[in-house]
C-alpha cells in the first residue's frame, strides 16, 4: 500500500459519507487516522486485512425508548443509547451520559475514543458508551429515579458483568449508579459488577471517584517531569465544575499547585486568590448535594464571575479542560498561550477542536489529549472489577498506588511510542499508535469478526 494518504482520505470520506449528520464522530476517526499514518506505512497489513473498515464500524449499537412519568404525573419520553464499539481485548466498558445534548453521533465518538484509552490503560476492557438526552438538572430525585428505573429495564438486556460494564460520565453521579444498580439487581436477582463508580458500601471502590481528576493531574506531572519540571507553585484553570473538575483541583492542592477557576454552563468562576482546601469543600456540597450554580461561589467568597464565559482567557502555567467536548478553540488556545500556558491535560473528552491541538503541538508545549490523560476513571473502573470479582476491597493507599503507577506506564508508553514513530513530544500520536496498534492485533488474532 504505497499511497496511505490517498488510501487515508478516501477511507475518512466514506465514513462520512456513510455516518451522515455525526460531525464530532467523523472529528474523532479523522483525529485517529491521520496520526496512524506511521504505524499504517510499516503495517500495511491494518489497511489490506480490513481492520480499520472493522474500527470505525460499532459492533452493535442499541437506541431505545425511555418512558417514565414526572412529579405532575405527565409521561415523558426519552432517548436511550448504548453503543458496544469493539470488544477485541475485553468487555465493552465505558460511561454513561445524561445530558439534552446527547444523541448518536456524540455517543459513537466517546465509544471509539474509548477503544484506545481502554487499550492504554493495559487493563483487558473493549470500548463502549451510552446514555440519554435526559437533563437531570431541575429534576427530584424521585424524578431521577424513575428515569434511572426504566433506562435500565432496557438496557439490563443488553450488559453484564463479563459482557459490558457501564460507568457514569456527564450527569451520571453516584445517585445515578445507584438507581441505576438497584433496578438491574431487581431485574436479574443478582448482585454483580455489572457497573462501576458504585459507592463504598455495596461494591464500588476507594478513590474511583478521583480517579479521573488525580490521574489527569498525575499526567500532568509526568510530562513535566520529561522538562525537569513540576506542578509545584503552577497556577492551573480548571473548566467544569463536576466530578473531575472538582478532584482535578483536589489532587492540585495536594501537589503545591494553585487552581485558579471553575465554570459551569452559565459561566466561569475566577479566583485570583486561588481556590483553597475550604473553598473546594464549598464546591462540592455546592454542586453534589445542593446541585446549585456555580455562580454562587463567587457571592459567597468575592471572585470574580464572568457570565456565559469560559475561562481560558484567565492566565496560566497549566491548563485542565474538564467539562466538555470541542469546549476550547484555536481562539481560545492562542488566549492560553499568550497568557503562559504550558501544560494541557484533558480531564475531559475532545474538549480542544483539531485546531486547538494543532496550535499546542506547533509550539511544542506539553499537550495531554484526553485518551491518555483522562484515562485513570476507566483505570480505576477496571480495578473495581477485579476487586469485585475477588470479592475483594483494596486499601485507599493500594487503588491510588496502582492508579499512579498506571498513569505512569500509560505516559511511558505514549512518549516511548511517539518517539519510535518518530514524533518525539507528540503525546497524540503516541496515544494513538500504542493504543491503536494493540487492539489491531487482538482483531487479527480473532479473525474476520
Ligand atoms: P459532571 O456531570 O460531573 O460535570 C460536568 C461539568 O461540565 C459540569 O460543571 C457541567 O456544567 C459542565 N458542562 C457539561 N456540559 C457542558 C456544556 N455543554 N457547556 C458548558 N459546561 C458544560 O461530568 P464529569 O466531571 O464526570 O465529566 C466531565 C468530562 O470528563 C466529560 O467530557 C466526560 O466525558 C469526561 N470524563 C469523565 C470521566 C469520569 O470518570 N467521570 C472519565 C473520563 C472522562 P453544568 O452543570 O452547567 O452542565
Known amino acids: 500500500m504505497k499511497d496511505i494518504q490517498g488510501a487515508l482520505s478516501q477511507f475518512l470520506d466514506q465514513v462520512q459519507r456513510r455516518n451522515p449528520g455525526e460531525p464530532e464522530f467523523h472529528q474523532a476517526v479523522k483525529e485517529v487516522l491521520e496520526s496512524l499514518r506511521p504505524v499504517l506505512s510499516a503495517r500495511p497489513e491494518f489497511i489490506e486485512e480490513g481492520i480499520l473498515d472493522r474500527l470505525v464500524e460499532p459492533e452493535r449499537q442499541v437506541i431505545f425508548r425511555v418512558p417514565w412519568v414526572d412529579d405532575q404525573g405527565r409521561v415523558r419520553v426519552n432517548r436511550g443509547y448504548r453503543i458496544q464499539f469493539n470488544s477485541a481485548i475485553g468487555p465493552y466498558k465505558g460511561g454513561l451520559r445524561f445530558h439534552p445534548s446527547v444523541n448518536l453521533g456524540i455517543l459513537k465518538f466517546l465509544a471509539f475514543e474509548q477503544i484506545f484509552k481502554n487499550s492504554l490503560t493495559s487493563l483487558p476492557m473493549g470500548g463502549g458508551k451510552g446514555g440519554a438526552d435526559f437533563d437531570p438538572k431541575g429534576k427530584s430525585d424521585g424524578e431521577v429515579m424513575r428515569f434511572c428505573q ?210 499546542f503541538v506547533k509550539k511544542g508545549i506539553l499537550y495531554g489529549p484526553g485518551k491518555a490523560a483522562n484515562a485513570g476513571g476507566v483505570s480505576t473502573s477496571g480495578l473495581e472489577m477485579s476487586q469485585n470479582s475477588m470479592r475483594m476491597s483494596w486499601s485507599r493507599e493500594e487503588v491510588d498506588g496502582r492508579l499512579r503507577e498506571i498513569m505512569t506506564n500509560i505516559h511511558r508508553n505514549c512518549h516511548e511510542t511517539a518517539e519510535t514513530y518518530g514524533a518525539p513530544g507528540n503525546y497524540v500520536i503516541g496515544a494513538n499508535i500504542a493504543g491503536f496498534v494493540k487492539v489491531a492485533e487482538a482483531m487479527r488474532d480473532q479473525g474476520v469478526v
Not at 177 to 195: A, C, D, M, P, S
Not at 223 to 233: I, Q
Not at 316 to 325: G, I, K, M, R
Not at 330 to 356: F, H, I, K, Y
Request: hydrophobic fraction near 35%.
Open 150 to 359: 426504566s433506562f435500565m429495564t432496557e438496557l439490563a438486556r443488553h450488559i453484564g458483568a463479563d459482557t459490558d460494564v457501564p460507568a457514569g460520565d456527564i450527569g451520571v453521579g453516584a445517585r445515578e449508579i445507584g438507581f441505576l444498580f438497584g433496578q438491574y439487581k431487581r431485574l436479574r436477582n443478582e448482585f454483580t459488577g455489572v457497573l462501576t463508580g458504585k459507592n463504598l458500601g455495596w461494591g464500588g471502590s476507594l478513590i474511583r471517584p478521583e480517579a479521573t481528576g488525580y490521574g489527569a493531574v498525575y499526567f500532568a506531572q509526568e510530562m513535566l517531569a520529561t522538562r525537569d519540571s513540576s506542578l509545584e507553585g503552577t497556577r492551573c484553570v480548571i473548566s467544569g465544575s463536576g466530578n473531575v473538575a472538582q478532584f482535578t483541583a483536589e489532587k492540585l492542592l495536594d501537589l503545591g499547585a494553585v487552581p485558579v477557576s471553575f465554570s459551569d454552563s452559565d459561566g466561569t468562576i475566577y479566583d485570583a486568590e486561588g481556590i483553597t482546601r475550604e473553598k473546594l469543600e464549598f464546591v462540592k456540597t455546592l454542586k453534589n448535594v445542593k446541585r446549585g450554580r456555580i455562580r454562587e461561589y463567587a457571592d459567597k467568597f468575592s471572585a470574580e464571575f464572568r457570565a456565559d464565559a469560559t475561562p481560558w482567557a484567565i492566565p496560566c502555567d497549566c491548563v485542565f479542560p474538564s467539562a466538555t467536548q470541542n469546549e476550547l478553540d484555536e481562539d481560545d488556545a492562542r488566549t492560553l498561550l499568550d497568557g503562559g500556558c504550558r501544560v494541557v491535560s484533558e480531564g475531559a473528552n475532545m474538549p480542544c477542536t483539531p485546531e486547538a491541538v494543532d496550535l
